[in-house]
């Protein structure tokens, strides 16, 4: 079984930082994409970030120069530091990463339960 869990979310004011971390624990053989996607009230799930195992980045467009992907391969970790934060970056923040797991010849897509961002004046 694989579990990606969050953690970092809270309440920030609007210009300041955050770091979210993701650690995927588990019957692990690899895992390739990691990722970061948001969901803010009654808006669908977007893509915020993501990073290849080989530390291959993407960003969607709203956040580049704010925020910043990293992984460590060794702790099977993504992290997310989000600096100079708006009002609209406020949501819930999802982990995703694409997992062999152990045994397995296949990848799956899981996702952590969410983690809380917001933003205040």
């Known amino acids: 079984q694989v579990q990606l869990v969050e953690s970092g979310g809270g309440l920030v004011q609007a210009g300041g930082s955050l770091r979210l971390s993701c650690a995927a624990s588990g019957s692990i053989f690899s895992i390739n994409a990691m990722g970061w996607y948001r969901q803010a009230p009654g808006k669908q799930r977007e893509v915020v970030a993501s990073?290849?195992?080989?530390?291959?980045?993407k960003y969607a467009d709203s956040v580049k120069g704010r925020f910043t992907i990293s992984r460590d391969n060794a702790k099977n970790t993504v992290y997310l530091q989000m600096n100079s934060l708006k009002f609209e970056d406020a949501a819930v923040y999802y982990c995703?990463?694409?997992?062999?797991?152990?045994?397995?010849?296949?990848?799956?897509?899981?996702w952590g339960q969410g983690t809380q961002v917001t933003v205040s004046s």
């Open positions: 990073i290849t195992s080989g530390g291959s980045t």
């Open positions: 995703n990463a694409d997992v062999q797991p152990a045994g397995s010849y296949y990848q799956y897509g899981y």
